[in-house]
């Protein structure tokens, strides 16, 4: 009998279906991956599976786990089953965890609920469980805020798998993660449940990831799975064509016909620049600044793409502002087109280098039309424009992301995430710059919509002999698109060189660790023959 | 999941607000009977088909009376709410885009005003100034200040972390513009509803400063007043206190239910979505 078999599951949300007729088996021992682009129900399967649809949803189909469909019982029955027979590790383990409880309580909590143990013995449950995700040295008296991002998921795990449970479903469990606190994090989740004999769901957008853990993979589009099976077959055959599609993207990597020049001047350059943040300041005393960038230098080149990859606290994002004039630095230079550039120096010099952001509907006033959004640099220009002008401006820099002109007069909200990003390097455009810093760019896109982007970014570099600094923690990302690559760790910028060759041949241990971490589809594959 | 449109709250609190507006307009061009003429020989009468409130203590009508302190109610707290967020707005929006020294003054002189309660201030303002419709406008208006420089300076904070700023920063526009082009229409749903609180306790605070005699002086009518006038009499006469409390009640009961309305309804958390 397996473990969990769901049986035609469908869940509508007022009129709109969300999961339509969605079958799976699970044996014990297992880990199956369920890869899918966002909106494709992946979180919806896990928590119809938990019995936590979302208000207003009706179910109808079956979720039989060890032999008893949960479809239908009653809430009280549900709970006595979530946290003791079925875990769940969430996406962001900051707001998945109590913050004012400590780790040792929210752990030792789940088996005061469920096996109504004492206090002494729950402690030392807790105790037990987080040494066995890794957290031995880790005082149970901690808050969430005083862990690292990858601690705090192993205590969310510690919670979810306290009990022993029979499944364990971990929801996009490392995307919130830097890549190589990814891997561990994986493989922990792995290491348990083999140890448990127990089973695990392995939800994710990333393809190569899920190749790298699963054994077994399901295909999820629409609400549906269009195809399942072991992992090695699945990939290597690629046999339905939304498969193939999604691998094909993630591996994609754009075309460029135009080779930058080496030996021109930079554009952009930094020379040993520092930038400390004043320190946390107590009562009537100074707190000690804490150095962000310890003396970065860099150069871009025109029609350059430079790829910046390192993880999160590396300074990545306090060299883009740096380098963007947007904060003082306290050491070294910024030089654009070969002049100073400061907060001080004149707004029309900021023509010249552009910004596109994460989070296209965070950098857009959702207030704002896009022909004003998209318009807004314009104002850098010397000259003032009539408003034909202007529009015929924003319908030729929508037309250049392949907007149409009628895009100009709605707003942002009714447009997709992939568009959002098209207007917002339109609005880069405008004021046709020499340099667009791109922070993390393509991140929060499906793989999809990426490959789409990168395209249109590779092709406007040609066109348009725009120099691109691409700020990543994706190094697959990096590795595609970009001429040069610079790897920065702890404010400092510890290698640099052409992308092929940093890939080829890393120099640094640590560029050779993010490498080793970063999934790849190829790798995987090899791996498993 | 859709909000309905218009919740029973503010179509209570909104009714409610327009006919306090309207009796306050109406005051304006028509009142029942003159309330200069003083009508002894009645005095205290209870209501009736002629006098549909009554007479109060010098033989005024009290239906005329309760127009004309809505009147009064209504411009002290507009003028009051008007001029606190004319400054305090302009001032937290400042202190916003400004932080160092300037948000410290800001903030710091929002706190000494905030030290004080309010009523005790404002009869001490206009113990100080004088007793007077105008000298009540200005106490009560001083406390509008710090509220609506605290509320616009901690939303216009957030929203100065937006990388839709950060993105007009790069495109090199200045704070003042960004002030006025991002910052500003991010605020009008809180401001208003704000404002719509502050009117309330405007009216609130204004009957408190006729009632000790600090606000309207004779023959403006006020219901402060009317009420502290009606005290002696309580026991003679319950109806003389009754008709302006409720009047007060209800005014700063439908004011609330507005002001809460808007809130649900133009709730900043819920409106990049739309």
């Known amino acids: 009998m397996a473990l969990l078999e769901i049986q035609d599951l469908k869940l509508t949300i007022g009129d709109a279906p969300i999961l339509r007729g969605l079958s799976l088996n699970l044996e014990a021992g297992q880990v199956l991956g369920v890869v899918g682009e966002s909106g494709s129900g992946k979180s919806m399967t896990a928590l119809s599976i938990l019995g936590l649809p979302p208000r207003g949803a009706a179910m109808e189909g079956a979720v039989r786990f060890e032999g008893r469909d949960l479809v239908g019982l009653p809430d009280g029955e549900l709970s006595r089953l979530r946290g003791d027979r079925i875990g769940m590790v969430f996406q962001e383990p900051m707001t998945a965890l109590n913050p004012v409880m400590t780790i040792g309580a929210q752990v030792a909590e789940v088996a005061r609920l469920h096996r109504g143990a004492s206090r002494a013995e729950a402690r030392a449950a807790a105790r037990r469980t987080l040494d066995r995700v890794g957290l031995a040295d880790i005082p149970l008296t901690r808050y969430p805020h005083e862990l690292s991002g990858g601690q705090r998921q192993r205590v969310a795990i510690a919670i979810a798998v306290a009990l022993s449970p029979r499944l364990l479903i971990a929801d996009e469990p490392t995307t919130a993660l830097d890549v190589t606190t990814q891997a561990e994090i994986l493989e922990l989740l792995r290491h348990l449940v083999r140890e448990d004999g127990a089973a695990l769901i392995l939800i994710s957008h990333d393809l190569a990831l899920v190749a790298e853990a699963a054994d077994h993979v399901a295909v999820m589009k629409d609400g549906k799975i269009v195809e399942q099976g072991d992992t090695g077959a699945v990939f290597k055959a690629l046999a339905h064509p939304y498969t193939r599609a999604l691998a094909a993207d993630a591996e994609r990597m754009p075309i460029r016909t135009r080779a930058p020049d080496i030996q021109a001047a930079p554009i952009l350059e930094a020379r040993g620049v520092v930038r400390d943040y004043p320190g946390r300041r107590g009562f009537l005393r100074a707190g000690r600044p804490v150095r962000a960038l310890q003396g970065v230098s860099l150069e871009i080149r025109p029609g350059e793409i430079v790829g910046l990859v390192g993880e999160s606290g590396s300074g990545k994002s306090t060299l883009l502002r740096a380098l963007l004039a947007l904060d003082s630095i306290q050491g070294g230079e910024v030089l654009l087109a070969g002049a100073p550039f400061t907060p001080a120096s004149p707004r029309r010099r900021r023509r010249a280098i552009q910004l596109v952001f994460q989070d296209p509907s965070g950098s857009l006033d959702p207030r704002w039309t896009v022909e004003r959004l998209v318009a807004e640099p314009l104002h850098l220009l010397e000259a003032k424009l009539s408003p034909p002008a202007r529009r015929a401006k924003v319908e030729a820099a929508l037309a250049k992301v392949g907007l149409p002109a009628q895009a100009a007069d709605r707003y942002p909200h009714q447009f997709s995430g992939g568009q959002r990003q098209r207007i917002a390097i339109a609005r880069a455009l405008i004021v046709e710059p020499e340099v667009i810093a791109l922070d993390e760019a393509v991140s929060a896109l499906d793989v999809t919509v990426r490959a789409e982007v990168l395209d249109l970014l590779a092709r406007l570099s040609d066109d348009l002999g725009v120099a691109y600094l691409f700020v990543t923690h994706d190094m697959g990302v990096a590795r595609g698109l970009t001429d040069r690559v610079l790897v920065m760790r702890e404010g400092q910028i510890v290698e640099t060189g052409p992308t092929a060759e940093v890939f080829a041949a890393p120099k640094h241990p640590y560029t050779a660790q993010l490498i080793a971490a970063t999934p790849n589809l190829a790798r995987a594959l090899a791996a498993r023959r | ?274």
């Open chain 2, 1 to 274: 999941m859709s909000r309905s449109r218009l919740s029973a709250t503010l179509i209570v609190g909104g009714v409610i607000s327009v006919l306090f507006v309207v009796a306050a307009l109406l005051s304006l061009v028509w009142t029942p009977y003159d309330v200069t003429a003083f009508d002894i020989g009645h005095r205290l009468q209870g209501p009736s088909a002629a006098h549909w409130l009554g007479l109060d203590h010098f033989g005024r009508d009290i239906a005329s009376m309760i127009l004309l302190g809505a009147r009064n109610a209504l411009s002290v707290s507009l003028v009051a709410v008007l001029l606190g967020a004319g400054v305090g707005a302009p001032l937290g929006l400042l202190a916003a885009a400004r932080r160092g020294w300037i948000d410290e003054l800001v903030m710091r002189a929002s706190d000494v005003v905030f030290a004080f309660p309010a009523l005790i201030l404002a009869i001490l303002i206009t113990a100080v100034l004088g007793p007077g419709a105008i000298n009540a406008v200005i106490a009560i208006g001083v406390f509008n200040v710090p509220v609506f420089a605290r509320l616009t300076r901690g939303s216009a904070l957030s929203l100065w972390t937006r990388d839709y700023v950060l993105a007009a920063r790069a495109a090199g526009k200045g704070a003042t513009r960004i002030s006025l082009e991002h910052i500003v229409p991010g605020l009008l749903s809180v401001l208003i509803v704000q404002a719509t609180l502050q009117f309330s306790l405007g009216v609130i605070a204004e009957a408190g400063l006729s009632y000790v005699g600090l606000g309207a002086q004779p023959p403006a009518a006020s219901w402060g007043k009317m009420l502290a006038d009606a005290q002696t009499l309580v026991a003679v006469a319950p109806l003389q206190a009754i008709f302006p409390g409720l009047a007060i009640v209800i005014t700063v009961l439908g004011l609330n239910l507005l002001g809460d309305g808007l809130r649900d309804r133009l709730d900043p958390r819920l409106d990049e979505d739309r």
